[in-house]
């Protein structure tokens, strides 16, 4: 059961479900709800590129080094970004890093905060739920490969998110900034839908991201 926006969007966004009486299970498990568009096979993982910028782009990061800066990220948001980092990104042949300053050749800036309107979305309140983050590109090489993504992430949710949700989410966001979609598959914290996400990419995901990089 969704609300009454159009269902497609952007597989980095996270959309509110209004179930009357279950708007905090509802909206955790929101961050991860299984959305596949009709018109991909199953199949598929990766959207790869398509040069666009702003609140509803889908692009791949163009480096297999990227580097990252925490724009005075919340302490327990950071440790989740470290954790899905060391523990999924950096597993594959993407080797991540910290910048030392956030400029046009920064990665991937990933900012947390009580969120309510970004991008035009409901993000997450604890009666109604919402959008509990949300990654986009925001500049792109003339290849299509996105220059610089922003990672945003709702401390409203935190208050009240476990560490596996945390981690599950995170692992999620990454997953978009390097050119995965959503997976039906439950061994994944690409899957949309979950309470108890999965913390890791599947091995399938993996591949896709090792070919690509
Ligand atoms: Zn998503």
Redesign the pocket.
């Known amino acids: 059961m969704t609300n009454s926006s159009p269902l497609f969007r952007p597989?980095?966004?996270?959309r509110r479900r209004a179930l009357a009486g279950l708007a905090v299970i509802a909206a955790i498990a929101a961050a991860l709800v299984v959305f596949a568009p009709a018109a991909t096979p199953a199949e598929a993982v990766f959207s790869g590129s398509n040069g666009k910028t702003g609140c509803t782009a889908v692009n791949m990061a163009h480096s297999r080094y990227p580097k990252f800066i925490y724009n005075d990220l919340t302490s327990r948001v950071a440790a989740h970004a470290d954790y899905a980092r060391s523990n999924v990104v950096d597993q594959t042949h993407i080797t991540t890093s910290d910048d030392t300053s956030q400029d046009a050749n920064t990665d991937v800036v990933l900012y947390d905060a009580a969120y309510t309107t970004t991008c035009g979305f409901d993000w997450y309140n604890e009666l109604d739920g919402g959008t509990l983050a949300l990654t986009t590109c925001d500049t792109v090489y003339s290849s299509g490969d996105c220059r610089q993504h922003t990672v945003r992430i709702s401390t409203t949710y935190f208050s009240g998110a476990t560490t596996g949700q945390g981690r599950g989410l995170l692992c999620?966001?990454l997953g978009?900034a390097f050119g995965l979609m959503?997976t039906s598959s439950s061994s994944s914290c690409?899957k949309?839908g979950v309470t108890s996400p999965a913390q890791d990419w599947e091995p399938a995901e993996k591949s896709q991201i090792n070919a690509n990089y």
């Not at 597989?11 to 996270?14: I, S």
């Open positions: 597989h980095r966004q996270v999620h966001e978009h959503h690409m949309y």
